[in-house]
C-alpha cells in the first residue's frame, strides 16, 4: 500500500441542534483531511483549525503533501516526525501543529483500516472499560429559569454530568461577564449553589471561564481564586480556563488556592507547549485535544507527561465528527482520562460523520469498535454542507464581527 494524494475538504453546516447553544452559535466550519492510497482505502482526519481558520488549512496540508506521498503507514511517528521538522521554524507550536493533527489522525483511521482495528488498540488499547461523559452546553443561558430547563435538557437526552460557560448569555440582550473579584464571586457563586440544587448532589457540574478566549473580559489571578473558592462548596467536577493562556505561573499558584480542580489547556499545542504548564502544575486537570494538539501520538505523550505529574485527563472536543471521534479514541488509550467532553444533540457535520462508534449509556460512554476512528466522508456529505468563507469562529473585535 502506498500514499497517492492527500486533499482537504472544508466544510460549513449547523452548529448544533442543541437550541440553547445555538442561541449564541448558528453555524459551524470543519476541515477534514483525507489520505488516498494505491489500493482504493482512504484516511480521514480532522483538524481543529477547521473550526476557527478555515480558509488557512488547505495552503499547510499541501505543503506537508509531498512527505507523504509514496509512503506506507508502518511508521506514523516516524512521518509525524518527518513533517514537524520540516516545519521546524513555525510548526513547533500553533497552527502548523494544529494541521499537521489532522493528517497525522487520517493516517491513523487509514492503518486502522487496514489492520480492521480501532485506533485505540494502535495506541495502546482502552485503558477504560467504560467512561462518564458530560454535555458541553456553552454559555450559561439566563434567566435562571431558562438555566434551569437547559439542565433538564442535557439531563433528557441521558447525561449524568454538564458544563457551562461563566458570566451569562440573555437572548436579546447579549453576554454579561462579570470582571471585578467580588462581582464575579457574587455572581458565579450564587449560579453554581442554583445549578447544584438543581442538579442534586450526584450530578457531575463543570463551569468554564473561557478565558483563554473570551471577548471582552479576561480575568487576572486575584478574580480567579476569588471565583473558585466561591464554588468550592458546591463540588464542582472542574472549574476550566480561569486564565489566560499566556499565565502557567498564575494557573499554578490558582491551583495552590483552592479545592476546586482547576482544568485548562484546549488552546495549547504540542509537548512543548504543554511541558511548559505541567512543569508548573499548571493544571489539576490537563485537557488536551486530540484534533489541536498536535496528533494523536502527541495527545498520549501530553497524557503521560500529566500522569507523571499526578494530574488527571479531561478531553476537549468541540470540533466536528472527526474531531469527536479522535478525542473519544485518545480518551480510552490514556489511562489517566477521567472524563469526556461530549457534543450534545450535535448537527449534520456530526451525526452524518459519525459512523455508528459512539455509544453512550446511562451517562457513559464505551471504545469505540469500528476499524479506524469510525468516521466517514461521503461526496453526499460535501454536497450538503458547501463551504461558506468566513463562517469559521473567532473572537470578535471591532472591524471584525462573527455574525453566523
Request: aromatic letters at 12%; hydrophobic letters at 40%.
Amino acid at each position: 500500500m502506498k500514499i497517492t494524494d492527500v486533499r482537504t475538504t472544508l466544510l460549513t453546516g449547523p452548529c448544533t441542534n442543541d437550541p440553547f447553544l445555538r442561541e449564541a452559535r448558528k453555524l459551524r466550519s470543519a476541515a477534514f483531511i483525507e489520505v488516498f492510497t494505491d489500493q482504493g482505502t482512504i484516511g480521514i482526519g480532522e483538524t481543529y483549525a477547521g473550526y476557527f481558520a478555515p480558509e488557512t488549512v488547505p495552503a499547510i496540508v499541501d505543503f506537508f503533501k509531498p512527505i507523504l506521498i509514496g509512503q506506507n503507514v508502518d511508521d506514523i511517528p516516524e512521518l509525524w516526525r518527518r513533517m514537524y521538522h520540516c516545519g521546524n521554524f513555525w510548526c513547533r507550536v500553533g497552527l502548523g501543529a494544529i494541521v499537521l493533527n489532522g493528517i497525522e489522525a487520517a493516517l491513523w483511521d487509514l492503518k486502522g483500516k487496514l489492520l480492521d482495528k480501532p485506533v485505540h488498540e494502535l495506541l495502546g488499547g482502552a485503558k477504560h472499560k467504560r467512561l462518564p461523559c458530560y454535555a458541553t452546553g456553552g454559555p450559561a443561558n439566563y434567566p435562571k429559569e431558562k438555566l434551569a430547563k437547559k439542565m433538564d435538557y442535557y439531563f433528557s437526552l441521558g447525561f449524568r454530568g454538564l458544563k457551562v460557560g461563566a458570566g451569562s448569555f440573555t437572548q436579546g440582550e447579549g453576554w454579561y461577564m462579570p470582571k471585578e473579584p467580588k462581582e464575579a464571586a457574587d455572581f458565579e457563586g450564587a449560579k453554581v449553589a442554583f445549578m447544584r440544587q438543581h442538579a442534586g448532589a450526584d450530578a457531575w457540574l463543570m463551569m468554564d471561564a473561557h478565558m483563554g478566549n473570551n471577548r471582552n473580559t479576561t480575568w487576572n489571578v486575584e478574580t480567579a481564586i476569588a471565583v473558585a473558592k466561591a464554588v468550592e462548596p458546591y463540588n464542582l467536577f472542574f472549574f476550566e480556563e480561569a486564565l489566560h493562556y499566556t499565565d502557567p505561573w498564575g494557573y499554578a499558584e490558582l491551583c495552590r488556592a483552592t479545592t476546586t480542580p482547576i482544568a485548562g489547556g484546549e488552546c495549547l499545542t504540542a509537548t512543548y507547549e504543554w511541558k511548559v504548564f505541567t512543569e508548573q502544575d499548571a493544571f489539576d486537570i490537563g485537557q488536551p485535544d486530540a484534533s489541536f494538539t498536535g496528533g494523536l501520538g502527541e495527545f498520549m505523550a501530553v497524557a503521560k507527561m500529566l500522569e507523571v505529574r499526578g494530574r488527571k485527563v479531561a478531553t476537549h472536543a468541540w470540533g466536528a465528527g472527526g474531531s469527536f471521534m479522535q478525542n473519544l479514541h485518545a480518551g480510552f488509550a490514556a489511562s489517566n482520562t477521567c472524563i469526556l467532553e461530549i457534543a450534545p444533540n450535535y448537527a449534520g457535520l456530526h451525526s452524518d460523520v459519525i459512523d455508528g462508534g459512539f455509544t453512550m449509556k446511562d451517562g457513559y460512554a464505551t471504545p469505540p469498535d469500528r476499524p479506524g476512528l469510525g468516521i466517514v466522508l461521503t461526496d453526499e456529505i460535501k454536497r450538503r454542507y458547501p463551504f461558506v468563507p468566513g463562517s469559521g469562529e473567532f473572537n470578535s473585535v471591532p472591524g471584525k464581527i462573527l455574525t453566523n
